[in-house]
Antibody, heavy 117, light 113 residues
Framework: QVQLQESGPGLVKPSETLSLTCTVS????????WTWIRQPPGKGLEWIGY???????NSNPSLMSRVTISVDTSKNQFSLKLSSMTAADTAVYYC???????????WGQGTLVTVSS | DIVMTQSPDSLAVSLGERATINCKSS????????????LAWYQQKPGQPPKLLIY???TRESGVPDRFSGSGSGAEFNLTISSLQAEDVAVYSC?????????FGQGTRLEIK
Protein backbone atom coordinates (compact mmCIF):
# COMPACT_ATOMS: atom_id res chain seq x y z
CA GLN A 1 0.00 0.00 0.00
CA VAL A 2 1.52 3.28 -1.12
CA GLN A 3 2.13 5.85 1.61
CA LEU A 4 3.32 9.43 1.35
CA GLN A 5 5.13 11.49 3.97
CA GLU A 6 5.94 15.18 3.81
CA SER A 7 9.04 16.58 5.47
CA GLY A 8 10.40 20.08 5.85
CA PRO A 9 10.46 23.11 8.14
CA GLY A 10 7.36 24.14 10.00
CA LEU A 11 8.41 27.77 10.15
CA VAL A 12 9.65 29.95 7.31
CA LYS A 13 10.57 33.64 7.40
CA PRO A 14 8.94 36.11 5.02
CA SER A 15 10.72 36.39 1.66
CA GLU A 16 12.48 33.04 2.17
CA THR A 17 12.03 29.90 0.08
CA LEU A 18 10.05 26.93 1.38
CA SER A 19 11.49 23.50 0.62
CA LEU A 20 9.39 20.41 1.20
CA THR A 21 10.02 16.78 0.29
CA CYS A 22 7.53 13.97 -0.11
CA THR A 23 8.79 10.41 0.33
CA VAL A 24 6.86 7.64 -1.40
CA SER A 25 6.93 4.25 0.32
CA UNK A 26 5.25 0.95 -0.43
CA UNK A 27 5.43 1.48 -4.16
CA UNK A 28 7.43 3.00 -6.97
CA UNK A 29 7.32 6.65 -7.91
CA UNK A 30 7.48 5.57 -11.53
CA UNK A 31 4.19 6.20 -13.29
CA UNK A 32 1.55 8.47 -11.77
CA UNK A 33 1.57 12.21 -11.33
CA TRP A 34 2.86 13.46 -7.99
CA THR A 35 1.11 16.52 -6.69
CA TRP A 36 1.36 19.29 -4.12
CA ILE A 37 -1.78 20.84 -2.62
CA ARG A 38 -2.16 23.30 0.22
CA GLN A 39 -4.92 24.34 2.60
CA PRO A 40 -4.78 27.63 4.51
CA PRO A 41 -6.19 27.33 8.05
CA GLY A 42 -9.96 27.07 7.92
CA LYS A 43 -10.05 27.37 4.14
CA GLY A 44 -10.40 25.21 1.05
CA LEU A 45 -7.86 23.24 -0.93
CA GLU A 46 -5.57 24.82 -3.53
CA TRP A 47 -3.72 22.80 -6.16
CA ILE A 48 -0.09 23.90 -6.42
CA GLY A 49 1.21 21.64 -9.16
CA TYR A 50 2.36 18.19 -10.15
CA UNK A 51 5.31 16.37 -11.61
CA UNK A 52 5.26 13.20 -13.68
CA UNK A 53 7.93 10.66 -12.78
CA UNK A 54 9.66 11.47 -16.07
CA UNK A 55 10.13 15.06 -14.89
CA UNK A 56 7.44 16.96 -16.80
CA UNK A 57 5.62 19.47 -14.62
CA ASN A 58 2.51 21.62 -14.49
CA SER A 59 1.89 24.35 -11.95
CA ASN A 60 -0.94 26.64 -10.93
CA PRO A 61 -0.56 29.89 -12.91
CA SER A 62 -1.31 31.82 -9.73
CA LEU A 63 1.91 30.45 -8.23
CA MET A 64 3.89 29.40 -11.30
CA SER A 65 6.62 32.00 -11.11
CA ARG A 66 7.40 30.96 -7.53
CA VAL A 67 7.04 27.18 -7.79
CA THR A 68 9.63 24.55 -8.60
CA ILE A 69 8.71 20.87 -8.43
CA SER A 70 11.34 18.19 -8.90
CA VAL A 71 11.58 14.40 -8.64
CA ASP A 72 14.33 12.04 -7.54
CA THR A 73 13.32 8.59 -8.69
CA SER A 74 16.40 6.98 -7.10
CA LYS A 75 15.14 8.08 -3.68
CA ASN A 76 11.43 7.69 -4.45
CA GLN A 77 10.95 11.34 -3.54
CA PHE A 78 9.58 14.49 -5.07
CA SER A 79 10.02 18.02 -3.81
CA LEU A 80 8.46 21.47 -3.77
CA LYS A 81 10.22 24.81 -3.60
CA LEU A 82 8.09 27.92 -3.15
CA SER A 83 9.95 31.20 -3.20
CA SER A 84 9.20 34.65 -1.78
CA MET A 85 7.03 33.30 1.01
CA THR A 86 4.52 35.63 2.69
CA ALA A 87 1.97 35.22 5.46
CA ALA A 88 -0.59 34.33 2.79
CA ASP A 89 1.38 31.14 2.14
CA THR A 90 0.75 29.86 5.67
CA ALA A 91 -1.05 26.56 5.15
CA VAL A 92 -1.01 22.82 5.59
CA TYR A 93 0.93 21.46 2.63
CA TYR A 94 -0.04 18.04 1.33
CA CYS A 95 1.62 15.78 -1.17
CA UNK A 96 -0.61 13.40 -3.07
CA UNK A 97 -0.71 10.94 -5.95
CA UNK A 98 -2.81 11.91 -8.91
CA UNK A 99 -4.24 9.10 -11.00
CA UNK A 100 -3.60 10.10 -14.62
CA UNK A 101 -2.95 13.60 -13.29
CA UNK A 102 -6.59 13.91 -12.38
CA UNK A 103 -8.12 12.85 -9.07
CA UNK A 104 -6.01 12.44 -5.95
CA UNK A 105 -6.20 8.91 -4.59
CA UNK A 106 -3.37 8.79 -2.04
CA TRP A 107 -2.48 11.64 0.33
CA GLY A 108 0.23 12.37 2.83
CA GLN A 109 -0.73 13.47 6.34
CA GLY A 110 0.21 17.06 5.59
CA THR A 111 2.63 19.45 7.22
CA LEU A 112 1.77 22.87 8.63
CA VAL A 113 4.01 25.63 7.34
CA THR A 114 3.82 28.98 9.09
CA VAL A 115 5.35 32.10 7.61
CA SER A 116 6.48 34.45 10.33
CA SER A 117 9.54 36.42 11.33
CA ASP B 1 -10.01 28.95 -13.77
CA ILE B 2 -13.16 26.87 -13.33
CA VAL B 3 -14.94 27.98 -10.16
CA MET B 4 -16.53 25.25 -8.06
CA THR B 5 -19.37 26.34 -5.76
CA GLN B 6 -20.85 24.03 -3.17
CA SER B 7 -24.11 24.32 -1.30
CA PRO B 8 -24.90 24.45 1.46
CA ASP B 9 -21.81 25.59 3.36
CA SER B 10 -22.96 23.50 6.31
CA LEU B 11 -25.57 20.85 6.81
CA ALA B 12 -27.00 19.08 9.86
CA VAL B 13 -28.73 15.75 9.29
CA SER B 14 -30.13 13.19 11.72
CA LEU B 15 -28.51 9.79 12.01
CA GLY B 16 -29.94 7.39 9.47
CA GLU B 17 -31.29 10.17 7.27
CA ARG B 18 -30.18 11.18 3.79
CA ALA B 19 -27.64 13.95 3.24
CA THR B 20 -27.17 15.63 -0.13
CA ILE B 21 -24.45 18.10 -1.05
CA ASN B 22 -24.52 20.09 -4.28
CA CYS B 23 -21.56 21.20 -6.39
CA LYS B 24 -21.80 23.52 -9.39
CA SER B 25 -19.02 24.34 -11.80
CA SER B 26 -18.68 27.61 -13.70
CA UNK B 27 -18.50 25.61 -16.91
CA UNK B 28 -19.26 22.08 -17.95
CA UNK B 29 -16.72 19.44 -16.90
CA UNK B 30 -18.18 16.83 -19.23
CA UNK B 31 -15.72 15.77 -21.92
CA UNK B 32 -17.88 14.92 -24.90
CA UNK B 33 -15.39 12.62 -26.62
CA UNK B 34 -15.51 10.05 -23.81
CA UNK B 35 -18.73 11.13 -22.08
CA UNK B 36 -16.94 11.41 -18.74
CA UNK B 37 -17.47 14.07 -16.10
CA UNK B 38 -14.12 15.16 -14.71
CA LEU B 39 -15.28 15.55 -11.13
CA ALA B 40 -14.24 14.03 -7.81
CA TRP B 41 -15.51 14.16 -4.23
CA TYR B 42 -13.39 14.07 -1.08
CA GLN B 43 -14.11 13.63 2.63
CA GLN B 44 -11.93 15.38 5.19
CA LYS B 45 -12.17 14.68 8.90
CA PRO B 46 -10.58 17.04 11.46
CA GLY B 47 -6.80 16.80 11.52
CA GLN B 48 -6.73 14.37 8.61
CA PRO B 49 -5.94 14.70 4.91
CA PRO B 50 -8.76 14.51 2.38
CA LYS B 51 -9.88 11.04 1.35
CA LEU B 52 -11.05 10.27 -2.17
CA LEU B 53 -14.66 9.07 -2.21
CA ILE B 54 -15.88 9.42 -5.79
CA TYR B 55 -14.24 10.06 -9.16
CA UNK B 56 -15.60 10.44 -12.69
CA UNK B 57 -18.59 11.97 -10.84
CA UNK B 58 -20.10 8.62 -9.90
CA THR B 59 -17.40 5.94 -9.54
CA ARG B 60 -16.90 4.96 -5.93
CA GLU B 61 -13.30 4.53 -4.79
CA SER B 62 -12.42 1.06 -3.56
CA GLY B 63 -13.37 0.57 0.09
CA VAL B 64 -15.83 3.46 0.22
CA PRO B 65 -19.19 2.36 1.70
CA ASP B 66 -22.01 2.11 -0.79
CA ARG B 67 -24.10 4.61 1.17
CA PHE B 68 -21.97 7.23 -0.62
CA SER B 69 -23.02 7.98 -4.19
CA GLY B 70 -22.28 10.65 -6.75
CA SER B 71 -24.60 11.89 -9.47
CA GLY B 72 -25.00 14.68 -11.98
CA SER B 73 -23.49 15.72 -15.27
CA GLY B 74 -22.21 18.76 -17.05
CA ALA B 75 -22.02 21.54 -14.51
CA GLU B 76 -24.10 20.32 -11.57
CA PHE B 77 -23.38 17.40 -9.29
CA ASN B 78 -24.53 15.88 -6.03
CA LEU B 79 -22.92 13.76 -3.36
CA THR B 80 -25.50 11.75 -1.45
CA ILE B 81 -25.09 9.81 1.76
CA SER B 82 -28.12 7.54 1.88
CA SER B 83 -28.15 6.84 5.62
CA LEU B 84 -25.93 9.11 7.71
CA GLN B 85 -23.61 7.43 10.19
CA ALA B 86 -21.76 9.13 13.03
CA GLU B 87 -18.43 8.53 11.32
CA ASP B 88 -19.57 10.56 8.30
CA VAL B 89 -19.17 13.85 10.17
CA ALA B 90 -16.62 15.68 8.03
CA VAL B 91 -16.07 18.38 5.44
CA TYR B 92 -16.86 17.30 1.89
CA SER B 93 -15.26 18.94 -1.14
CA CYS B 94 -15.70 18.56 -4.86
CA UNK B 95 -12.87 18.96 -7.38
CA UNK B 96 -12.86 19.40 -11.13
CA UNK B 97 -9.99 18.00 -13.15
CA UNK B 98 -11.38 18.90 -16.58
CA UNK B 99 -9.16 21.92 -17.03
CA UNK B 100 -5.88 22.95 -15.49
CA UNK B 101 -5.51 24.13 -12.83
CA UNK B 102 -7.68 21.61 -10.99
CA UNK B 103 -9.93 23.50 -8.60
CA PHE B 104 -11.89 22.62 -5.49
CA GLY B 105 -15.15 23.73 -3.97
CA GLN B 106 -15.06 25.64 -0.70
CA GLY B 107 -16.23 22.59 1.24
CA THR B 108 -19.47 21.63 2.99
CA ARG B 109 -19.41 20.83 6.70
CA LEU B 110 -21.68 17.92 7.57
CA GLU B 111 -22.82 17.51 11.17
CA ILE B 112 -25.26 15.38 13.11
CA LYS B 113 -28.58 17.00 14.02
Amino acid sequence: QVQLQESGPGLVKPSETLSLTCTVSGGSISSYYWTWIRQPPGKGLEWIGYIYYSGSTNSNPSLMSRVTISVDTSKNQFSLKLSSMTAADTAVYYCARAELGYYLDVWGQGTLVTVSS
Amino acid sequence: DIVMTQSPDSLAVSLGERATINCKSSQSVLYSSNNKNYLAWYQQKPGQPPKLLIYWASTRESGVPDRFSGSGSGAEFNLTISSLQAEDVAVYSCQQYYRSPPTFGQGTRLEIK
